[in-house]
């Protein structure tokens, strides 16, 4: 199903100049020729294109965020250093939220890598199916262990503002809380590609 | 590219034997001359029925395992006070676990005690539509909590078993453990009320 939209996508686009919009050119090319009904499939069919490019977009833009939130989170943990007892590499929680900031910045990086470059060049990496899974198992697992490293970290840091609020316990709080909106946003892109999932599978 | 490779599947084996699998035996309905025709959209929605009955029971079951899991986290949790200064109520963390145990205790035992009853009765008592989304939402939330307060409670465990290894801090790992294979079995239940989701609105 996916992979045959490119070829015949490529077959009315001869005669059409160097538009910005591929959408838009095949609206104008479809109305213009033909005077009979407009045909309900062709715009079932083009309405059904509009509505995967929406998800893809949607889907880049999430993991765009959610790679922006785990540097964020990443940058001000790793940084977090501030003499013997205010090291975050003395605890064990603040050490796990480090790698999984780490190892979500490099799923969301590869992935948005991959999108960013499957937009542009119209060529398909790897194949549906399998990219579905993937993209839904991905998604789900970095969503759970951001939660569970941003939890594990959260009663520490409580206690240790009870004792005093200064510099370290503030980056710490920085950094969990990035990683809290990195779950979310990740949680939310995990419903949407189990969506697409569900959808490609039992068309 | 998907729909089309069954079909191409079908063609080279119409000379096989009865078999033990649906699909041989829809080809040797098809090839056959089929006077008294069995009623394909009878089958058809039979074997969905079986599906859907599959599902069901499949959701029932998973959830009375979460039921049983929490069930063991919230006793073992909440009889867990050994005098002073190894009472699980004086840290947070372990207030936390107790609290989801309790929470996941009362969804997964309402959620079925409500399948149990649609099941003997055949009524049902919240429509599809809404049902669906109550189900994917309450999965995915409780699993997330679960998930969250089992990993919050770890750090301060291992840290207490490193001091000393009684059995205060023994019910404390039981407990947490029994709260993440909760979630474990939340989490596949959660993708089943998704997978039912998706298909229910987009039948």
Do not use: C
């Not at 479809?30 to 083009?46: A, C, K, R």
């Not at 796990?96 to 937009?119: D, K, P």
């Not at 709080?173 to 946003?185: D, N, V, Y």
Request: hydrophobic fraction near 45%.
């Amino acid at each position: 199903m996916f992979s045959s939209s490119p070829p015949s996508e490529k077959v009315p686009t001869p005669t059409a100049p160097p538009g910005s919009v591929d959408v838009e050119n095949d609206d104008s090319q479809t109305q213009t020729p033909l005077p009979p009904p407009p045909g309900y499939g062709v715009t079932g069919i083009m309405r059904r294109w509009r509505h995967e490019d929406v998800l893809k977009r949607g889907s880049l833009a999430f993991r765009a965020l959610v790679f922006l939130f785990s540097l964020l989170s990443f940058i001000i943990m790793a940084t977090n250093s501030h003499g013997s007892g205010r090291n975050f590499d003395e605890y064990e929680e603040f050490r796990y939220v480090l790698a999984i900031a780490i190892l979500s910045l490099l799923y969301t990086g590869l992935q948005s890598w991959r999108q960013i470059h499957e937009m542009s060049t119209g060529k398909q990496i790897i194949s549906g199916r399998n990219l579905a899974l993937i993209d839904f198992f991905g998604d789900q697992i970095i969503a759970y262990l951001l939660l569970s490293a941003a939890s594990s970290a959260v009663p520490m840091t409580n206690r240790m503002r009870e004792g005093a609020d200064n510099i370290f316990t503030d980056a710490l709080a920085a950094s969990i809380s990035m990683e809290f909106f990195a779950f979310f946003i990740l949680g939310l892109s995990a419903m949407l590609s189990g969506y697409k999932l569900v959808k490609q599978t039992y068309i």
